[in-house]
Protein backbone atom coordinates (compact mmCIF):
# COMPACT_ATOMS: atom_id res chain seq x y z
CA UNK A 1 0.00 0.00 0.00
CA UNK A 2 1.05 3.84 -0.25
CA UNK A 3 3.31 4.84 2.48
CA UNK A 4 3.48 8.61 3.66
CA UNK A 5 3.91 11.59 0.79
CA UNK A 6 4.86 14.72 1.30
CA UNK A 7 4.33 17.67 -1.03
CA UNK A 8 6.57 19.57 -2.15
CA UNK A 9 9.33 17.63 -2.31
CA UNK A 10 11.61 20.78 -2.76
CA UNK A 11 11.14 24.39 -2.28
CA UNK A 12 12.93 27.53 -2.36
CA UNK A 13 10.95 30.91 -0.93
CA UNK A 14 12.73 34.31 -0.17
CA UNK A 15 12.94 35.19 2.94
CA UNK A 16 9.96 36.95 4.74
CA UNK A 17 7.11 34.76 2.28
CA UNK A 18 4.60 32.14 3.60
CA UNK A 19 5.08 28.81 2.99
CA UNK A 20 2.99 25.42 3.24
CA UNK A 21 3.96 21.58 3.58
CA UNK A 22 2.12 18.85 2.92
CA UNK A 23 1.66 15.36 4.71
CA UNK A 24 -0.42 12.93 3.62
CA UNK A 25 -0.39 10.15 6.09
CA UNK A 26 -1.10 6.24 5.42
CA UNK A 27 -4.51 5.68 5.48
CA UNK A 28 -5.49 4.78 9.27
CA UNK A 29 -2.75 5.89 10.67
CA UNK A 30 -4.35 8.01 13.84
CA UNK A 31 -1.15 9.38 15.11
CA UNK A 32 0.78 12.19 12.76
CA UNK A 33 4.32 13.65 13.90
CA UNK A 34 5.86 16.59 12.02
CA UNK A 35 9.87 16.97 12.86
CA UNK A 36 12.60 19.18 11.42
CA UNK A 37 15.98 18.27 10.47
CA UNK A 38 19.05 20.73 10.13
CA UNK A 39 22.04 20.00 8.05
CA UNK A 40 24.40 18.33 9.96
CA UNK A 41 22.19 18.29 13.26
CA UNK A 42 19.59 15.55 14.29
CA UNK A 43 15.78 15.81 13.91
CA UNK A 44 13.77 18.00 16.38
CA UNK A 45 10.28 17.22 17.22
CA UNK A 46 7.77 19.90 15.95
CA UNK A 47 4.26 18.76 16.68
CA UNK A 48 1.77 15.83 17.21
CA UNK A 49 -1.51 15.00 16.18
CA UNK A 50 -3.38 12.08 17.58
CA UNK A 51 -7.43 11.39 16.76
CA UNK A 52 -9.47 14.31 17.88
CA UNK A 53 -6.94 15.15 21.30
CA UNK A 54 -5.17 18.68 20.87
CA UNK A 55 -2.28 18.21 19.39
CA UNK A 56 1.17 18.52 21.17
CA UNK A 57 2.69 21.38 19.96
CA UNK A 58 6.04 21.44 22.38
CA UNK A 59 8.25 21.40 19.57
CA UNK A 60 7.51 24.37 17.16
CA UNK A 61 10.11 27.12 17.66
CA UNK A 62 8.28 30.04 17.08
CA UNK A 63 4.37 31.45 16.58
CA UNK A 64 5.94 31.67 12.94
CA UNK A 65 5.28 27.74 12.99
CA UNK A 66 1.74 25.98 12.73
CA UNK A 67 0.37 23.20 11.53
CA UNK A 68 -3.52 21.82 11.06
CA UNK A 69 -4.70 18.65 10.53
CA UNK A 70 -7.56 17.73 8.94
CA UNK A 71 -9.57 14.71 10.89
CA UNK A 72 -7.88 12.06 10.64
CA UNK A 73 -6.17 12.57 7.08
CA UNK A 74 -3.93 15.13 5.90
CA UNK A 75 -2.06 18.05 7.56
CA UNK A 76 -0.64 21.03 6.79
CA UNK A 77 2.65 22.62 8.15
CA UNK A 78 3.03 26.23 7.54
CA UNK A 79 5.62 28.71 8.28
CA UNK A 80 4.93 32.58 8.07
CA UNK A 81 7.74 34.90 7.32
CA UNK A 82 10.43 32.33 6.58
CA UNK A 83 13.87 33.02 7.93
CA UNK A 84 17.04 31.32 6.63
CA UNK A 85 17.31 29.25 10.04
CA UNK A 86 14.09 27.91 8.80
CA UNK A 87 15.73 25.97 5.87
CA UNK A 88 16.21 22.37 6.90
CA UNK A 89 14.51 19.03 5.73
CA UNK A 90 10.87 18.91 6.88
CA UNK A 91 9.63 15.31 8.04
CA UNK A 92 6.27 13.94 8.33
CA UNK A 93 5.24 10.58 10.10
CA UNK A 94 2.51 8.38 10.75
CA UNK A 95 1.60 5.40 13.16
CA UNK A 96 -1.82 3.55 13.98
CA UNK A 97 -1.30 4.97 17.03
CA UNK A 98 -0.77 2.13 19.58
CA UNK A 99 1.21 4.24 22.27
CA UNK A 100 5.11 2.58 22.11
CA UNK A 101 4.15 -0.66 19.93
CA UNK A 102 4.56 0.18 16.70
CA UNK A 103 6.28 2.11 14.41
CA UNK A 104 6.43 5.62 13.19
CA UNK A 105 6.51 5.66 9.17
CA UNK A 106 8.05 8.48 7.62
CA UNK A 107 7.76 10.27 4.28
CA UNK A 108 10.51 11.30 2.09
CA UNK A 109 10.30 14.93 3.31
CA UNK A 110 10.27 18.65 1.91
CA UNK A 111 13.36 20.35 1.87
CA UNK A 112 13.18 23.49 2.13
CA UNK A 113 15.46 26.31 1.22
CA UNK A 114 15.36 30.06 2.11
CA UNK A 115 17.32 32.49 0.26
CA UNK B 1 14.83 16.09 29.60
CA UNK B 2 15.81 13.43 27.02
CA UNK B 3 19.35 13.38 24.96
CA UNK B 4 20.31 10.58 23.19
CA UNK B 5 23.86 10.62 22.30
CA UNK B 6 25.08 8.48 19.27
CA UNK B 7 28.81 7.12 18.90
CA UNK B 8 30.95 7.03 17.00
CA UNK B 9 29.49 9.93 14.57
CA UNK B 10 30.78 8.25 11.52
CA UNK B 11 32.36 4.41 10.95
CA UNK B 12 34.23 3.29 7.74
CA UNK B 13 34.59 -0.48 7.48
CA UNK B 14 35.54 -2.99 4.61
CA UNK B 15 32.80 -5.42 3.62
CA UNK B 16 32.33 -8.34 5.55
CA UNK B 17 33.42 -6.47 9.05
CA UNK B 18 31.20 -6.61 11.55
CA UNK B 19 29.30 -3.26 12.74
CA UNK B 20 28.86 -2.51 16.42
CA UNK B 21 27.18 1.65 16.18
CA UNK B 22 25.93 2.76 20.51
CA UNK B 23 23.36 5.00 21.39
CA UNK B 24 23.07 6.04 25.30
CA UNK B 25 20.01 8.09 26.34
CA UNK B 26 19.63 10.57 29.88
CA UNK B 27 15.83 9.42 30.87
CA UNK B 28 15.49 5.30 31.35
CA UNK B 29 11.98 6.40 31.56
CA UNK B 30 11.12 5.29 28.15
CA UNK B 31 8.10 3.08 26.00
CA UNK B 32 10.43 2.09 23.63
CA UNK B 33 13.37 2.42 21.90
CA UNK B 34 13.83 2.08 17.55
CA UNK B 35 16.90 2.49 15.51
CA UNK B 36 16.39 4.10 11.87
CA UNK B 37 18.14 3.98 8.37
CA UNK B 38 18.16 7.45 6.69
CA UNK B 39 19.73 7.04 3.08
CA UNK B 40 20.87 10.20 1.34
CA UNK B 41 17.79 12.60 -0.11
CA UNK B 42 15.10 9.77 1.48
CA UNK B 43 13.02 9.34 4.80
CA UNK B 44 13.82 7.00 7.61
CA UNK B 45 13.25 3.80 7.18
CA UNK B 46 12.57 1.63 10.92
CA UNK B 47 14.96 -1.29 11.60
CA UNK B 48 14.46 -2.50 14.31
CA UNK B 49 11.88 -1.45 17.39
CA UNK B 50 12.44 -2.68 21.26
CA UNK B 51 9.69 -2.55 23.81
CA UNK B 52 10.95 -1.42 27.01
CA UNK B 53 10.68 -4.72 28.79
CA UNK B 54 12.28 -6.14 25.81
CA UNK B 55 16.03 -6.83 25.81
CA UNK B 56 16.92 -7.18 22.40
CA UNK B 57 15.49 -7.69 18.78
CA UNK B 58 16.71 -9.42 15.73
CA UNK B 59 15.53 -9.27 12.27
CA UNK B 60 17.86 -10.84 9.44
CA UNK B 61 21.72 -9.70 9.81
CA UNK B 62 20.79 -6.87 12.47
CA UNK B 63 20.60 -7.26 16.45
CA UNK B 64 19.73 -4.37 18.63
CA UNK B 65 20.09 -4.76 22.78
CA UNK B 66 18.54 -2.27 24.97
CA UNK B 67 19.71 -2.03 28.58
CA UNK B 68 17.10 0.83 30.08
CA UNK B 69 19.13 1.03 33.53
CA UNK B 70 22.07 1.91 31.82
CA UNK B 71 20.66 4.34 29.25
CA UNK B 72 22.18 1.90 26.33
CA UNK B 73 21.23 0.48 23.08
CA UNK B 74 23.78 -1.26 20.96
CA UNK B 75 23.09 -1.60 16.97
CA UNK B 76 25.21 -5.04 15.60
CA UNK B 77 25.08 -5.48 11.97
CA UNK B 78 26.57 -8.69 11.05
CA UNK B 79 28.83 -9.23 7.71
CA UNK B 80 28.40 -5.49 6.26
CA UNK B 81 27.76 -5.54 2.88
CA UNK B 82 28.44 -1.99 0.71
CA UNK B 83 24.03 -1.22 0.57
CA UNK B 84 24.70 -0.84 4.25
CA UNK B 85 26.11 2.38 3.88
CA UNK B 86 23.63 4.77 5.07
CA UNK B 87 23.19 6.75 8.09
CA UNK B 88 21.89 5.14 11.12
CA UNK B 89 19.50 6.93 13.64
CA UNK B 90 18.50 6.00 17.65
CA UNK B 91 15.12 7.22 18.47
CA UNK B 92 13.33 6.86 22.08
CA UNK B 93 9.87 7.47 22.46
CA UNK B 94 8.54 8.32 26.30
CA UNK B 95 5.82 7.29 28.00
CA UNK B 96 3.31 10.54 27.11
CA UNK B 97 3.33 12.30 23.60
CA UNK B 98 4.47 9.23 21.73
CA UNK B 99 6.98 11.70 20.08
CA UNK B 100 10.60 10.38 19.39
CA UNK B 101 13.77 11.86 20.32
CA UNK B 102 16.23 11.01 18.08
CA UNK B 103 20.20 10.68 18.36
CA UNK B 104 22.65 12.52 15.97
CA UNK B 105 23.00 9.52 13.94
CA UNK B 106 25.62 7.34 12.78
CA UNK B 107 27.59 7.23 9.09
CA UNK B 108 28.36 4.28 7.90
CA UNK B 109 30.46 3.32 5.08
CA UNK B 110 31.10 -0.03 3.66
CA UNK B 111 33.64 -0.06 1.26
CA UNK B 112 33.69 -2.96 -1.52
Known amino acids: GAGVSQSPSNKVTEKGKDVELRCDPI?????LYWYRQRLGQGLEFLIY????????KSGLPSDRFSAERTGESVSTLTIQRTQQEDSAVYLC?????????????FGPGTRLLVL | KQEVTQIPAALSVPEGENLVLNCSFT??????LQWFRQDPGKGLTSLLL?????REQTSGRLNASLDKSSGRSTLYIAASQPGDSATYLC???????????FGGGTRVLVKP
Open chain 1, 93 to 105: ASSPGLAGRETQY
Open chain 1, 27 to 31: SGHTA
Open chain 2, 50 to 54: IQSSQ
Open chain 1, 49 to 56: FQGNSAPD
Open chain 2, 91 to 101: AVERAAGNKLT
Open chain 2, 27 to 32: DSAIYN
